[in-house]
């Protein structure tokens, strides 16, 4: 039984070792930017200790400085009673770059058990010298960074901010993407700063990583270490010459004190390193925005950028007084939150609502780019053949600089006779009857009430009560309806009077959700603020809350075209701002106080 167990773990051991030969791989590595003349370390991993030669080809731009030098590394671990062993071995020289260009090392070779493996090739850039390279050897690129001197001046050229635009004139409406770029030859640990609120634009923050990871770049003759900090996309809201101002980033320095005794820094506390503020002003940039060529389209939706669009309507047949969805999708690149939803036509008795949209757009280093998709409900009311008018969503091409027209098809709709009216719901079946065959009448069938001949129906009593029960009915029926009518009124008019009331509870809400940086429960709380005012002040049911409707009645009512302008706008703001990028904090204020601010407007102005 002993032998038996020899002989099973000498076969899992043979396993092992073919396995083990089997997933030998030989992995270079060498940093991707180095100066011209400077020092730096390409290492080779095979994994395995089992190599019997190892070869390196010529290597042209570069001189072996040193190596190989050759380490080994082993490791055995036990995990829920089940054994692994790795084992390594790294080969390692020292190169110096002679020459500015882009190389690719190629790959080297390992023999294991008389096979022969190949590492992968790796692409180095070397950039001109700027005289002061480090020769650290396998130094990272934060170490490459100079460490000043506690003391020693930051001047512009060790630190600075550029801010670079994809293009310097561009169409209004259209998207331009700003850099800001980092270059530095300091050892930079912290940068705060970010774009103000720009006057003329429509701005939007793209996504960056949160680690930042520097890169060596060749500029005016000295290497930097170079980082995206920001970029945004912006969309010019009017024409002519549009300046981006100047931006100011506080920026974190570490300088080394070389006048503290290490030993005594680190028994007594103190540091030999030295934070230093420093404050870093991105430069302005101008920009041309000419205007959208004349005339303009009737049917133009505002678009600026490159577009498609699909159209579908589900269901093509169906019962009068059940619901069919029209689905409309623009799809591409441009200013995708701002353009206006394409105009959908149905036929004149068909019960239409405002379109629901759903907004699938991202960021990106490309601008504004995803779809939006447009759902329009609508319940025709008679049955019959129909047809939903081809649906057009007219776009300015930044490319071929024209106006451009997508159509859909048009869509066939099959309505068949619904039940009655009798269901729930605000549906009424308004089908008209239609009299059939009206030069014959049936005979009346059943019982018949007959009266005796010559007797007399008139004086007697209830000839009388014929005329005073229908006159008495008509009273009640005029003293109930006045009652309903003036409890009516009342009701809309202490709707109204509380509506100012209920708005202040709920924006209370929206200030606690605020201060709990809460963003998407603040906007729903203000939007229902916003909505339940209008629908208050107006004694409006939901189903006619919609901005057009609103706008009309409020300025119907007396209230300041201002007014009612800054309250659509503010909705529209909040609806798009949890979409937005950059700090929902800032957003979140500037929407609450605009809140406020436009219900005190709407109340003072609607009471003069």
């Known amino acids: 039984m002993g032998m038996k167990r020899y002989v099973v773990l000498l076969l899992w051991l043979c396993l092992w070792g073919v396995e083990a030969r089997a997933a030998v791989q030989v992995k270079a590595s060498a940093p991707e930017v180095v100066e011209e003349g400077e020092q730096f370390r390409l290492s080779f991993t095979v994994s395995t200790q089992d190599v019997s030669d190892f070869h390196l080809p010529e290597l042209k731009g570069f001189s072996i400085d040193m190596g190989p030098s050759r380490s080994s590394q082993s490791s055995f671990q036990m995990i829920n009673g089940r054994t692994s062993q790795s084992s390594s071995v790294t080969y390692t020289y020292i190169l110096s770059a002679l020459k500015a260009g882009n190389y690719t090392l190629p790959a080297a070779t390992a023999t294991v058990d008389g096979k022969k493996y190949r590492s992968n090739t790796v692409s ?71 774009m103000p609120d720009l006057e003329g634009f429509h701005t939007q923050e793209i996504p960056l990583p949160q680690q930042k990871s520097l890169k060596m770049e060749n500029h005016n003759g000295r290497t930097y270490g170079t980082v995206v900090w920001r970029q945004y996309v912006l969309f010019p809201q009017r024409t002519g ?17 070389r006048n503290i005794d290490p030993i005594d820094a680190f028994f007594n506390g103190g540091s030999a390193m030295v934070e230093v503020k420093k404050t870093i002003v991105a430069p302005s940039l101008t920009l041309e925005v000419d205007p959208l060529p004349s005339p303009r ?169 014929s005329y005073v029960v229908p006159l ?45 940086n809460k963003p998407a429960e603040f906007y729903d709380e203000v939007l229902k603020a916003l909505w339940g005012y209008a629908g208050d002040k107006l004694n409006l049911p939901v189903a006619e809350l919609n901005k057009d409707n609103v706008s009309e009645k409020l300025l119907a009512k007396g209230a300041e075209e201002a007014a009612v302008r800054q309250l659509v706008a503010t909705m529209n703001d909040c609806e798009f701002a949890r979409y937005a990028p950059g700090d929902p904090s800032q957003a979140m204020d500037k929407i609450f106080a605009s809140a406020t601010e436009v219900i005190d407007k709407m109340e003072s102005s609607i009471k003069r």
């Not at 929206?510 to 201060?515: D, E, P």
């Open 124 to 194: 180095i850039q070397v950039v001109p010298g700027s005289g002061g390279a480090s020769t650290r050897q396998g130094g990272s690129r934060h170490e490459r960074m100079q460490m000043q001197n506690a003391g020693d001046k930051i001047t512009g050229k060790d630190l600075f901010i550029t801010v670079t635009a994809d293009k310097k004139r561009l169409y209004e409406q259209e998207a331009v993407v700003l850099t800001y770029k980092v270059y530095s030859l300091v050892n930079l640990s912290q940068l705060a700063g970010g």
């Open 241 to 257: 010459k549009l300046t981006i101002p100047s931006i100011k980033f506080e920026g974190v320095v570490i300088q080394q004190n």
């Open 297 to 465: 389209p009737a049917n133009f939706s505002g678009a600026v950028g490159q577009f498609n669009m699909s159209a579908s309507l589900t269901p093509d047949k169906l019962k009068a007084n059940d619901a069919l969805t029209l689905r409309v999708v623009v799809s591409g690149e441009g200013n995708m939150k701002l353009m206006k939803a394409p105009e959908a036509r149905f036929p004149k008795d068909f019960e239409t609502y405002d379109a629901k949209i759903t907004d699938k757009t991202k960021v990106g280093r490309d601008g504004v780019s995803g779809n939006k998709v447009f759902d329009y409900l609508a319940v025709p009311r008679h049955q019959g053949q129909y047809e939903v008018p081809a649906v057009e969503f007219c776009y300015f091409d930044t490319k071929e600089k024209a106006y451009k027209t997508l159509k859909s098809e048009t869509f066939a709709i099959e309505v068949e006779k619904g039940k009655g009216g009798g269901g729930s719901g605000n549906y009424t079946n308004r089908e008209d009857v239609e009299l059939l065959a009206s030069d014959i009448r049936y005979i009346h069938q059943g019982d018949v009430q007959l009266r005796q001949r010559g007797s007399a129906y008139y004086g007697t009593a209830a000839y009388g009560w």
């Open 472 to 516: 008495l009915v008509l009273a009640g029926l005029v003293v109930a309806f006045r009652k309903q009518a003036k409890e009516n009124a009342n009701v809309a008019r202490m709707r109204g009077k509380k509506a100012s009331k209920a708005a202040a509870r709920r924006l209370k809400q929206a200030a606690l959700l605020l201060k709990a």
